[in-house]
Nanobody, 121 residues
Framework: QVQLVESGGGLVQPGGSLRLSCAAS????????MGWYRQAPGKERELVAV???????NYADPVKGRFTISRDNAKNTVYLSMNSLKPEDTAVYYC???????????????WGQGTQVTVSS
């Protein structure tokens, strides 16, 4: 099948920066959209940013101007660069990818296991 492995989370002070990575591997024919979501304690999972295979992006309003999503199609990897981090950005961050496993096949959404981002002084 397909595995998504995230890395790059950690503890950072307010105003600091982090860069998350998510690498997809397995029986991948092609990947359409890739994205990042986050879930804070006691809250529902919410969209952070998405990027299409062609590079079009969309961001949630709370992160616009501070976060940048990018991808390396050759490496099946998506990144999230986070700047000017705030305590309210604290959450578990999950990546996902819409993957086709064969030529002309349907796309399935796969998720990573999540990585903790904590913004605190």
């Amino acid at each position: 099948q397909v595995q998504l492995v995230e890395s790059g989370g950690g503890l950072v002070q307010p105003g600091g920066s982090l860069r998350l990575s998510c690498a997809a591997s397995g029986s991948i024919f092609s990947i359409n959209c890739m994205g990042w979501y986050r879930q804070a304690p006691g809250k529902e999972r919410e969209l952070v940013a998405v990027i299409t295979s062609g590079g079009s992006t969309n961001y949630a309003d709370p992160v616009k101007g501070r976060f940048t999503i990018s991808r390396d199609n050759a490496k099946n990897t998506v990144y999230l660069s986070m700047n000017s981090l705030k305590p309210e950005d604290t959450a578990v961050y999950y990546c996902n990818a819409d993957v086709s496993l064969r030529v002309g096949g349907p796309f399935f959404r796969f998720w990573g296991q999540g990585t903790q981002v904590t913004v605190s002084s």
